[in-house]
């Protein structure tokens, strides 16, 4: 299953009577001329309707710099399927190619400039639906905890290659979603303790005395947060393990937002000496319960309000990790200001993490595509005080690796998953379709996660 030969190869500028190259021809030096967007090779796949393969290019680039695009047969149309080759060495590139975008052209991407790179090899793959029963699998847990690496689980477990896999189809007419079969690790075992502990704490809160602003913003009453903490074990988790991945599992931590202390009281329990600071002078006394609970775990609790919280940061000490989670979504006009002077508090090799909601989620591009918005509700908005407290602008995973090191981290990792699917008890229905699309395109995921060194 999977591996195909069947391709023609056409040098445009080195090879006059223009002959077919077929696959024993290669390794091959393409040489470029030296004009951008010249077409220097052109590949002919010989696809069927509707056929959708993959294609992996051995290329050691010398010089320059090369483009790869998808072309339909008549070079008439391109396809928003475009790879810049510009780092120096041997390297791999993957290209998917779907019917009718059934050829590849590879031209130079420089001006004035030769480009000069070896194709080494053209691995084709042909694609192909792949069904399972996701109860059976022992890799469901993976699935949803870690689905960038989806595809490869589910293609060891069926004994496949993994670019074979065009989509998957999960026969399963509802999956449980069992919360100490996912997190039955150390640390998942204390994040599910802190979660059923605060659960009971929201028998105590009073949605009356939350502030109009909270309310304005769509912070809700029990209920809601009751969902939100269920939801956010998995962001607690994934933070707690990336942190593990730099190595660092102790030391002084900041955490500015923590609002129901379910990412602090975690962290103190693991082993950091750990100070939060959020505005719970602005949010009513229906969140001191969270404040003195964050207190008796051991958090140094910082109760400040809209005008004084960065004065506030300011005067704190200095911080082996900062994180702020579901924070930069809140900040309007741009997060510079305010991640520039938390920053300054980190030390040097110090770590910051951020997470927030995804814009290129499954459910926001549902929304685009049936015309709806992907923010929060307009009345509420419209109708509220100044300043809202709701999402202004959400991020890209890739806008997030961005923003991280343009603020001078180094080491950036990003993780991408789902937390919307942790508030059911089940999935079902479109909930496993998005679980599906989720496992084929990570970056549909609900929530990114990054974690970069300040130097």
């Not at 003195?292 to 609790?301: I, K, L, M, T």
Request: glycine share 4%.
């Amino acid at each position: 299953m999977g591996q195909k030969n069947l391709f023609h190869l056409q040098l445009l500028n080195q090879n006059p009577t223009h002959e077919l190259l077929s696959p024993s021809n290669l390794p091959i030096k393409i040489e470029t001329n030296p004009k951008a967007w010249d077409y220097t090779a052109h590949i002919d796949f010989d696809l069927e309707h509707d056929e959708n393969i993959i294609v992996i290019l051995e290329i050691n680039l010398i010089q320059g710099e090369l483009e790869i695009l998808s072309v339909s047969k008549d070079n008439k149309s391109i396809h928003k399927n475009e790879l810049k080759i510009s780092e120096q060495g041997l390297r791999e590139y993957k290209m998917n190619i779907k019917y009718p975008f059934s050829d590849l052209i590879i031209r130079n991407y420089e001006n004035d400039s030769v480009s000069i790179c070896n194709l080494n090899s053209i691995q084709i793959f042909k694609q192909e639906i792949v069904s399972l029963n996701i109860n059976e699998t022992k890799y469901f847990k993976n699935l949803i905890l870690n689905p960038e690496k989806g595809k490869h689980l589910i293609a060891k477990e069926k004994n496949i290659n993994f670019n074979v896999i065009e989509n998957i189809e999960i026969l399963d007419k509802k999956v449980e979603i069992k919360l100490d079969e996912i997190f039955e690790d150390e640390i998942g075992r204390i994040i599910l303790d802190d979660y059923y502990h605060r659960i009971a704490l929201l028998e105590n809160f009073n949605y009356d005395d939350v502030s109009a602003q909270l309310k304005n913003a769509e912070y809700g009453n029990a209920s809601y947060y009751k969902i939100y903490l269920k939801q956010s074990i998995i962001r607690v988790y994934h933070l707690i393990k990336l942190l593990q991945n730099y190595g660092v599992m102790n030391g002084k931590l900041l955490e500015v937002g923590p609002l129901l202390g379910n990412f602090s009281v975690a962290l103190s329990k693991i082993g950091f000496d750990v100070t939060a600071i959020d505005r719970y002078k602005d949010m009513g006394s229906s969140f001191q319960i969270f404040v003195e609970d964050q207190r008796s775990n051991n958090v140094r609790v910082i109760e400040t309000r809209n005008d004084e919280e960065y004065k506030d940061i300011d005067n704190l000490g200095y911080f082996d990790v900062i994180i702020a989670m579901a924070v930069i979504e809140h900040i309007p006009h741009t997060p510079k200001h305010f991640l520039e002077t938390i920053i300054k508090k980190i030390k040097p090799r110090g770590l910051l993490a951020i997470d927030t909601p995804n814009l290129s989620s499954y459910w926001h591009r549902v929304n685009i595509n049936n015309d709806k918005s992907v923010f929060q509700d307009l009345e509420k908005q419209f109708n509220t005080s100044i300043p809202y407290g709701g999402h202004h602008r959400e991020y890209t995973g890739e806008e997030l690796i961005w923003i991280m090191e343009n603020i001078g981290c180094s080491e950036v990792k990003l993780r991408r998953f789902d937390y919307n699917l942790l508030q059911f008890s089940s999935i079902s229905g479109v909930h496993l379709k998005c679980l599906e699309e989720i496992i084929m395109d990570p970056t549909k995921s609900d929530t990114i996660l990054t974690v970069g060194r300040i130097n």
